[in-house]
Nanobody, 127 residues
Framework: EVQLTESGGDLVQPGGSLKLSCVAS????????MTWVRQAPGKDVEWVSI????????YYSDSVKGRFTISRDNAKNTVYLQLDGLKTEDTAMYYC????????????????????WGQGTQVTVSS
């Protein structure tokens, strides 16, 4: 059974920083790309960042490029998302997802099943 547990969300002022973590279990972590997605109230799910299984290739949405940094530690089965230069529009629930969400969606026109998502961690950016 896939288990993904996010942490690190908080209330932060504009311009601030946070580091999100996602601990994985129940699958061979080193075989999968991992994705961070987010969803703000009343808005669609947005993929934020993707990292390949070895941590060698990373991808970012235009909305976060240059401000967020994804990384992973395969020895700890953990993927991270460093959020710098936070803006109010970054306010959302952030989820880690097993697999490359962008590729999965392109192939199937749907997101990976919810059982392959974590429960989410809330990031709120407000003064």
């Amino acid at each position: 059974e896939v288990q993904l547990t996010e942490s690190g969300g908080d209330l932060v002022q504009p311009g601030g920083s946070l580091k999100l973590s996602c601990v994985a279990s129940g699958f061979t972590f080193t075989s999968y790309s991992m994705t961070w997605v987010r969803q703000a109230p009343g808005k669609d799910v947005e993929w934020v960042s993707i990292i390949d299984s070895r941590g060698q290739r990373t991808y970012y949405s235009d909305s976060v490029k240059g401000r967020f940094t994804i990384s992973r530690d395969n020895a700890k089965n953990t993927v991270y998302l460093q959020l710098d230069g936070l803006k109010t529009e970054d306010t959302a629930m952030y989820y880690c997802v097993m697999d490359d969400v962008r590729k999965y969606y392109a192939e199937r026109n749907e997101f990976p099943p919810r059982k392959n998502w974590g429960q989410g961690t809330q990031v709120t950016v407000s003064s």
